[in-house]
């Protein structure tokens, strides 16, 4: 990939044309947009304040209908992970980085057409990746446990792909991509 192709990729951060948008931390802080940033951990807010934000958050996730684009740049539990799979009009979903074990929810994700799962060393399976008939980008960064990536093949409309790892653990990892390739 050359430096330029890089700049291009979808969720490439470019300040300039306010993507990501600005990171909304309290509800009361939300604007009518088709887009999302959200900081609700690793704040300076005491660890109990924080709890409360991922709570509320949690219950208004599914709410929010005209939002289309979700980004986590903050730590993700499995609680914020799972009300994020609850929203509908969902077309791209962010994760920085988490603390995600399970990835089965995803499923629910009927319209989610851009993927970027970072470090999340927890995850265990990634095969309900399946279920995202639609997706066209995926990120996988730093999913340690995982060594089959098979299912990967199957999603037929997917046209970027990167999945990248430990420079200090090296894998050998599966994938079915063949019968895709065009020589």
Partial sequence: ??????????WHWSPEKNWPPNSTTHIKDIKP????????????FPASLQKELVSVWCEKLPQLQEVKYLWFTSRVNQEMFDAACEMQSLEGLY?????????GKIANLKNIKRLHIGSSTKIEDVNPLADLVNLQVLELINLQRIQDYSVIGN???LRELAITGDVWAPKHL???????LEL
């Fill in 1 to 10: 990939m050359t430096e330029e192709q890089f700049y291009q990729t979808f």
């Fill in 33 to 44: 947009s088709d887009k999302l940033n959200l900081t609700i951990t690793q704040t300076s």
């Fill in 95 to 103: 994760i920085k980085w988490s603390v995600i074990k399970d990835i």
């Fill in 155 to 157: 999603l037929t409309e």
């Fill in 174 to 180: 599966k994938l079915n991509l063949y019968d895709r």
